[in-house]
């Protein structure tokens, strides 16, 4: 009867399986990942918090821009084409970037949380939902973007770390470090998949196909999920109701 045998491959496949697992690394990625997208996708979201009325902004208005632009600015010098250089300014300057961002989105998010529970919207009626799903839709945006680059920027020490293949363990796991014979050799996550994760987690309100393995990045897609939760709720049933 030939089952035994399939059987007894089946067991060594699922043996050689186990084994490859427990003694899995991440190794260093075969190139650096390029700046413009990140890039791109800090830019949109100084876009979206310059395009917000001006109170749900803080103030002086053009304060925050101004830093995120001229700290942008700066990390691109630093590393124009690819990301590849390191250094403890230009950490630093990556982080603040990213809390400035965060930041001010977040502040956003509680003013116009307040003037959803207020009823101050200071806009015409007949026009009131459409700028409260606009607004709300660009709070949401920015988190979407803030979230990726706070993901980018510490899952297994930021980018230039995941190229130099320093910390093996992962604090993310993506689809393709579980089935290594369909990734291409020097594999790596790019911001461009850390931006879809962070969108399907703020849609989904829970991981999809990404899997958070260290603490920090469970507690961040649980904050994710919760403020992408509660903002959209309230955003929604608040302009279902001026509709009515």
């Known amino acids: 009867m030939p089952w035994p045998d399939e059987m007894v491959r089946m067991i060594d496949h699922v043996a050689e399986r186990v084994q490859a697992a427990g003694s899995a690394r ?6 650096a990942e390029p700046r ?10 100084i876009v979206l918090q310059w395009l917000l009325s001006p109170k749900l ?4 208005r053009f304060l925050l821009p101004a ?3 001229a700290l ?3 990390l691109s010098a630093a590393n124009p084409v690819r990301i590849e250089r390191l250094s403890g300014p230009i950490r630093t300057a990556s982080v603040a970037l990213i809390l400035l961002i965060t930041a001010a989105n977040a502040a956003s998010a509680g003013l116009l949380i307040k003037a959803i529970v207020t009823s101050q919207l200071h806009v015409a009626p007949n026009q009131a939902p459409i700028a409260l799903l606009a607004s709300g ?9 803030a979230f990726a680059l706070w993901y980018w920027e ?3 020490g930021g980018p230039v770390h995941r190229l130099q293949g320093t910390r ?6 993506f689809p393709q470090m579980t089935v290594p014979e369909l990734t291409p050799r020097g594999w790596g996550p790019r911001f461009v998949d850390y931006l879809y994760m962070s969108f399907t987690n703020a849609t989904a309100f829970s991981p999809t196909d990404v899997m958070p393995l260290a603490r920090w990045a469970k507690l961040a897609m649980l904050v994710q999920s919760a403020v992408s939760l509660a903002l959209g709720a309230m955003v929604i049933a608040r302009a279902v109701n001026i509709l009515h």
């Open 168 to 173: 093996p363990y992962p604090d993310l796991l």
């Open 67 to 69: 830093l995120e632009g």
């Open 36 to 45: 413009w997208p990140v890039s791109a996708a800090v830019i949109v979201a």
């Open 72 to 74: 942008l600015i700066g």
């Open 137 to 145: 839709a660009a709070i949401w945006g920015t988190n979407v973007i």
């Open 26 to 31: 991440l190794h260093r990625q075969e190139r």
């Open 57 to 60: 902004s803080l103030q002086p």
């Open 154 to 156: 510490f899952d297994r």
